[in-house]
């Protein structure tokens, strides 16, 4: 089938980023912006800056954010804009009408757009809501990144770990003309069945992709290059 893009969150230092894309990653991203809704490990815009800057010219930078405040997300973006960007917040929370804003304050800014998802909930359940999520959103998206949202959660979409029903990704894809990027617990193990089920443009790895937490005290890394080149060996051989 035709090339799936990889795109591997999570690189919280420059050297895991240099190592993914060593290894072939199509997109990096972390989190940016000034306002630190993600805790400490967020990087600031510039911050941001340096640490796509280290990478090879050919890696697509995508810059995250779960705020969604427009105001906010333009000043951040004005001090560093990505290639792409990411909109991870509660999708309620900011409208078609404030994406296009930022649209148009950066006219050559790509925008990929958060749509969640829910594990063990029935796809027909989620089916409508889902639809007038993509019909909203999709005149202000380049892309759109399908991921598994935890419905307790307060703070985006997404870094989970946790899977759910490919169905919805292969319905979400075939409604529309947005380039759609599947995440959820996605690894080497799973990521190939994944690609035949949805037929995506990309594939997401963050929390699959990462050391067990002991192994990040001791080599003070956090990214696992096994996992993220067999993660990225499975996508490409699909």
Partial sequence: MANVITQIYGCENIIDAQ????????????????????????????????FFDALPENVVRVGLTIATDVDEIINDLHIYTPDVFHLSGDIRDISPEGVQRIRDAFPGLKIMQAIPVFSGVPVEEQWPEVEKLIRAYEATSDFFLI?????????????????????????IIES????CIIAGGLDGSNVAEA??????????????TTYPKFLQE?????????KIWEFIEAARNA
Avoid: F, N, W
């Avoid at 912006?33 to 510039?46: A, D």
């Avoid at 991921?147 to 319905?171: F, L, M, Q």
């Fill in 19 to 50: 190592i993914a894309a060593a290894l072939g990653a199509d997109h990096i991203g972390c989190g940016m912006g000034e306002v630190k809704h993600l805790g400490p490990k967020q990087k600031s815009c510039l911050e941001a800056k340096a």
């Fill in 218 to 226: 001791i080599t003070g890394r956090i990214k696992d290059p096994v």
């Fill in 147 to 171: 991921d598994t949202k935890d419905p307790t959660s307060t703070i985006g979409i997404g870094a989970t770990g946790a899977t759910h029903d490919r169905e919805i990704d292969r319905r």
């Fill in 176 to 179: 529309t003309d947005v380039k």
């Fill in 195 to 208: 690609i035949h089920q949805t037929h995506p443009y990309g594939v997401d790895s963050c929390t699959l």
